[in-house]
């Protein structure tokens, strides 16, 4: 029955990769230390769910965009409600934040990271229900909808994600995303966090921003306002679009269903994380 299930579920989501929310013994390795011991039962009943198995369940529902009730229960990742409460509470106690700083000092340790350079931009999506960090669509004023704002290094390797609503300004998101980077040590000196330089597109064109960054030690490559397009950027800004697509390709990400924000940002942090380890298995 659990194999068949699988089955069904690989022809509807597609063939591309087989069954992407099953968690692989080297990822599992490193996320089990940072998980949070789990309360005390107070009332005796059923057996806890496995957090590895509950885990499986929330990819599930990242990649396939399912809703939490229609889990199936047959693929055995406990209800969806269970799901819920563990991703709830495990991001509540910093598990993606601590994960995505082991993964970058991995890559660091190997020399991956291309500091030389760092790129940012955002990503507009539409919010099927209001809640905080969601704000009037800029295409559509009666819809709401949110901003996953990105900055990602000279690989594209994704080093920061924040979420705001719709209506924000993406120069207001620069500083406070650089200020996210976590300080990634995996070498011998000081852990680092500050790119050489930012590259941007026009939408973060403003000359207060540029002495901030200066200021920082980083050099701003930002696009102007009012000038011809084939300013060269493109070469290098690309990496960062990429980033997005492949932050779009979890299906529960293109439209933002929580109307908690807390829960939609843990799903952009865990899918941060998953695309930082597949360049950890590529490059590492």
């Not at 509470?89 to 190997?110: F, I, M, T, Y």
């Amino acid at each position: 029955m659990w194999l068949l299930a699988c089955l069904l579920v690989g022809l509807v989501v597609g063939t591309r990769q087989s069954r992407p929310w099953i968690v692989p013994d080297e990822l599992w390795s490193l996320i089990e230390p940072l998980l949070p011991e789990p309360a005390p039962k107070l009332v005796e009943g059923r057996p806890r769910v496995p957090d590895r198995q509950a885990l499986c369940g929330i990819l599930f529902v990242l990649h396939t965009g399912i809703q939490w009730e229609y889990l199936p229960q047959e693929l055995d990742f406990g209800s969806g409600m269970t799901c819920w409460r563990r991703l709830a509470a495990w991001n509540e106690a910093g598990v993606w934040d601590q994960l995505h700083v082991v993964l970058l000092e991995k890559l660091r340790s190997k020399d991956k990271l291309d500091w030389s350079r760092a790129v940012i931009d955002s990503s507009h999506v539409r919010a099927a229900r209001r809640g905080r960090k969601s704000g009037p669509s800029p295409v559509d004023r009666a819809r709401p909808g949110s901003k996953h704002h990105l900055i990602v290094d000279g690989q594209g390797i994704p080093l920061a994600v924040s979420l705001t609503g719709g209506n924000r300004n993406d120069v207001t998101q620069l500083l406070p995303l650089l200020d996210k980077i976590p300080a990634v040590a995996g070498r011998v000196g000081r852990p680092r966090r500050r790119p050489d330089a930012l590259l941007a597109d026009r939408g973060y064109d403003h000359d207060k921003y540029r002495r901030l960054l200066w200021q920082r030690g980083i050099r701003p490559v930002i696009a102007q306002r009012g000038q011809p397009h084939g300013s060269g950027l493109g070469i290098f800004r690309y990496v960062v679009e990429r980033t997005i697509s492949w932050l779009h390709g979890f299906r529960r990400l293109r439209i933002r269903w929580e109307r908690r924000d807390d829960i939609h940002e843990a799903f952009l942090g865990l899918a941060v994380c998953l695309i930082t380890h597949r360049h950890v298995q590529r490059l590492c």
